[in-house]
């Protein structure tokens, strides 16, 4: 009777294991429905129901009536619902904003709302760079502008050297070499920034060829380089999730020039493709521990590492990678620790 009794209540501690782990994910405050409104961010949902915002694909129940769910509107209703025993989130579509105009129907879908805030991330999406050492010893570059002028801006014509042969027309961003990203233990440089200056558009080919300035963000100078214009932008649809696999690394770089680092602010990452890192991936961040005297023995004492906040993946490269810091619960700096969160 006794070993029944056991096996029962082990089995029924089996049963409830997962209701209890899923039920943990949600915070104690969390409400039963949410009205999705312009300006919302799936994080910012997410963080409404959950304690780590980045367990929403584990969570999530999918409509079987709704056609994308991964896309979610404003005016669109997020409900916790129980699906065997266990909580989940579900979306329900909410009412349309229909506009209406004399003789024509016409019904203006809003947009779905962004996983995180894009206009943070935008800048980077697309015209910031990480090249190899190697890449600014290979590129085309502009090797003087018309008319003796030592700078060019938008309409100005300039003259391009090492083009290849038969390089067909069309649009490239002009770059400049930047910082370079080193690994803070051994010292390798994991990649070059190629800083955004313009987008030139080739009108003639030869050598030097000629081309003309689109658009710029400063002065285009002699001896700037050349990299085509990728056909398809970098993603902006991803989803906050945990890493597939374990990832550790350390914060190496601060872009925009910024000293301390806070919510929203953008960081470069010793983590790249080569180490599985990959858009959407959370990453806790860990304020390295102090070196202190320990004042009774003398002894050098490292103090514990402290959790200091959360940072999303946005953009991969080889080695390196971009973070966005969603969440700051103290400063953060240059060293330190990222990892599963």
Request: glycine share 10%.
């Amino acid at each position: 009777m006794r070993i029944r009794k056991l096996l029962g209540l082990f089995i029924g501690l089996v049963i409830c294991l997962p209701v209890l782990a899923a039920s943990e994910m949600f915070r104690g405050d969390h409400p039963d429905r949410y009205t999705v409104v312009r300006g919302d961010t799936l994080w910012d949902i997410s963080t409404r129901f959950l304690n780590s915002p980045w367990y929403w694909p584990e969570i999530w129940h999918v409509n079987p009536e709704i056609e994308n769910p991964h896309l979610i509107y404003p005016g669109d209703v997020i409900t916790l619902i129980y699906v065997d025993g266990e909580p989940r989130l579900t979306v329900e579509r909410g009412v349309r904003e229909v506009r209406l105009s004399p003789g024509i129907r016409e019904e203006q879908l809003p947009a779905a709302i962004d996983a995180i805030p894009m206009d943070a991330i935008r800048p980077f999406l697309n015209r910031s760079h990480v090249v190899d050492r190697d890449f600014f010893n290979r590129a085309p570059y502009i090797v003087a502008g018309e008319d003796e002028r030592v700078m060019a801006s938008q309409g100005d014509r300039v003259y391009v050297r090492r083009l290849a042969d038969g390089e067909e027309q069309g649009g490239y961003s002009v770059v400049r070499e930047g910082s370079p990203f080193r690994d803070l233990q051994t010292g390798e440089i994991l990649g070059i920034e190629a800083t955004h200056v313009g987008e030139l558009d080739l009108m003639r080919g030869g050598d030097p060829a000629t081309a003309q300035v689109l658009s710029s963000n400063r002065e285009v100078l002699s001896g700037d380089r050349l990299m085509r214009i990728p056909r398809e932008p970098a993603s902006a649809n991803f989803f906050p999730k945990a890493p597939d696999g374990d990832l550790e690394g350390q914060v190496i770089h601060v872009l925009d020039g910024v000293t301390q680092i806070g919510q929203f602010d953008v960081v470069v990452l010793n983590l790249g493709e080569e180490q599985g890192a990959e858009v959407g991936d959370v990453l806790a961040v860990y304020k390295a521990g102090r070196r202190v005297r320990d004042q009774v023995t003398g002894d050098r004492v490292t103090l514990p590492e402290e959790r200091a906040g959360e940072l999303i993946i946005f953009r991969t490269f080889d080695k390196v990678s971009f973070g966005l810091v969603m969440r700051a619960n103290r400063h953060m700096a240059i060293a330190d620790i990222v990892r599963n969160p």
